[in-house]
């Protein structure tokens, strides 16, 4: 079945930059997703990319994706202590009818 | 306007009670979903429900039976609580099958003492 494998745990300082990784199993998923997750609160969608596109970078954000390896990173620059959160890698299961979630990373930004 | 809402927020219940959460999305989606987070925070799939046709999480008991009275809401229903069902239960949205991302509730605290 479909798996999704992050890494638990990234601190890093402010100001820093912080790339999470994360490896996939279902090379069919057509996006692959980056979810942000604050404490208490539900996920919300940060970015996504198609699978034909190596790169895409929204301001502070580059997502990277290597499809032959089947690996994908999120890379936060300058990061600040609000980036603080649980970040989710995801992708669409095989029948489309679900995402996949991995473990989820926890990001600590220290001053 | 809040897109996708769930009630209660918050629910503590004792083990054998019976329990519904609530959720309700204003997107104009039609799919809907069940996500359930556990204390390690790791996020399974419970159900997915498009246009009246639910698919099944196998490994989700059937104890808990999700309801879909119209393509806004999609409640869950859970019979029997069991401790082990102490999670924080999301709702979700998507148009299609989300090829741009789903939209998360803010979830429910199910406690189970």
């Known amino acids: 079945g479909e798996d999704v494998e992050q890494s638990l745990f990234l601190s890093v300082r402010e100001g820093d930059s912080s790339v999470i990784n994360c490896t996939y199993t279902d090379s069919s998923s057509t996006y692959l997703y980056w979810y942000k997750q604050e404490p208490g609160a539900g996920l919300q969608l940060l970015t996504y990319i198609f699978s034909n596109m190596d790169m895409k970078q929204d301001q502070r954000l580059t997502v990277l994706l290597n499809k032959k390896d089947k690996h994908l990173s999120l890379r936060i620059a300058d990061t600040q202590t609000g980036d603080s959160a649980i970040y989710f890698c995801?992708?669409?299961?095989?029948?489309?009818?679900?995402?996949?979630f991995g473990k989820g990373t926890t990001l600590s930004v220290s001053s | 306007d809040t897109a996708v809402s769930q009630t209660p927020k918050y629910l503590v219940t004792q083990m054998g009670n019976d329990k519904s959460i609530k959720c309700e999305q204003n997107?104009?989606?039609?799919?809907m979903y069940w996500y359930k987070q556990d204390s390690k925070k790791f996020l399974k799939i419970m159900f997915s429900?498009?246009?009246?046709?639910?698919?099944i999480n196998e490994t989700v008991p059937n104890r808990f039976s999700p309801k879909s009275p119209d393509k806004a809401h999609l409640n869950l229903h859970i019979n029997s609580l069991e401790l082990g069902d102490s999670a924080v239960y999301f709702c979700?949205?998507?148009?299609?099958?989300?090829?741009?991302?789903?939209?998360f509730g803010s979830g429910t605290r199910l406690t189970v003492v």
């Open positions: 995801a992708e669409t299961n095989q029948a489309g009818t679900a995402l996949i």
């Open positions: 997107l104009g989606h039609d799919t």
């Open positions: 429900y498009n246009n009246k046709e639910l698919i």
């Open positions: 979700a949205s998507s148009q299609d099958k989300g090829s741009y991302g789903y939209t």
